[in-house]
């Protein structure tokens, strides 16, 4: 069985500041991982994927994730937070067969102060 | 290009009634999934469609159930509504052909069900 874990519920940072949002997940075989973001009252944006390829995997809006097998690890990065990056962040998992669905996290609330 | 696109945007219905919802995916795109999001936690996974067949289910009660057009476009009926169903249902859809198991989901801006 597929799962994730959001470590944190809710992180609160400074405009300017770095930002880390943790996930761990659990898969019986080749995950692909992919984060996404949702603003207050819309639909969920594709933030970036990892699909086996390169273990750094970059995003839109300056985001950076890392795939860690040895640690089963998808952490979300940013090197300077921006007050537009405030909203909910889902870390999910899908399996490698085609139509399966996807496994969302619980997610975790990015508030940005300035 | 269009976007995944769901209608209506909002609904209030009373216990009991039933509910139909509508998406229609992005030109090019065969599959379209069912998600449902209770406010304050991750969407959950109703129903998955391709070429009109169901190709997967979440754990959902026989009150929910599905559809897909010969467009490609596809209704989530939910009937005899409890208070509980009251979330914000997002359609998806996939890109299908090789490698798209890896291919991300798009998704729509969802419906806004009420249930009083």
């Known amino acids: 069985a597929q799962s994730v874990t959001q470590l944190d519920s809710h992180v609160s940072v400074s405009e300017g500041t770095p930002v880390l949002l943790r996930c761990n997940y659990s898969?019986?075989?080749?995950?692909?991982l992919f984060w996404y973001v949702q603003h207050p009252n819309k639909g969920l944006q594709l933030l970036l994927k990892?699909?086996?390829?390169?273990?750094l995997v970059k995003g839109i809006n300056g985001f950076e994730a890392e795939f860690k097998k040895s640690e089963t690890s998808f952490h979300l990065t940013k090197p300077s937070a921006h007050m537009s990056d405030a909203a909910e962040y889902f870390c999910?998992?899908?399996?490698?067969?085609?139509?399966?669905?996807?496994?969302f996290g619980k997610g975790t609330t990015l508030s940005v102060s300035s | 290009d269009a976007g995944v696109t769901q209608s209506p945007t909002h609904l209030i219905k009373t216990r009991g009634q039933h509910v139909t919802l509508r998406c229609s995916p992005i030109?090019?795109?065969?599959?379209v999934s069912w998600y449902q999001q209770v406010l304050g936690q991750g969407p959950q996974f109703i129903f998955q469609?391709?070429?009109?067949?169901?190709?997967g289910r979440g754990n959902f009660p026989d009150r929910f159930s599905a559809r897909q057009f010969p467009n490609y476009s596809s209704e989530l009926n939910v009937n005899a509504l409890l208070l509980g169903d009251s979330a914000l249902y997002l359609c998806?859809?996939?890109?299908?052909?090789?490698?798209?198991?890896?291919?991300?989901?798009?998704f729509g801006n969802g419906t806004r069900l009420t249930v009083t």
């Open positions: 998806a859809s996939r890109g299908v052909g090789v490698g798209a198991y890896n291919s991300p989901l798009h």
């Open positions: 898969s019986s075989y080749s995950p692909s």
């Open positions: 990892y699909t086996s390829a390169a273990t």
């Open positions: 999910v998992v899908s399996g490698w067969q085609a139509g399966t669905a996807l496994i």
């Open positions: 030109s090019g795109h065969k599959s």
């Open positions: 469609y391709y070429e009109k067949e169901e190709r």
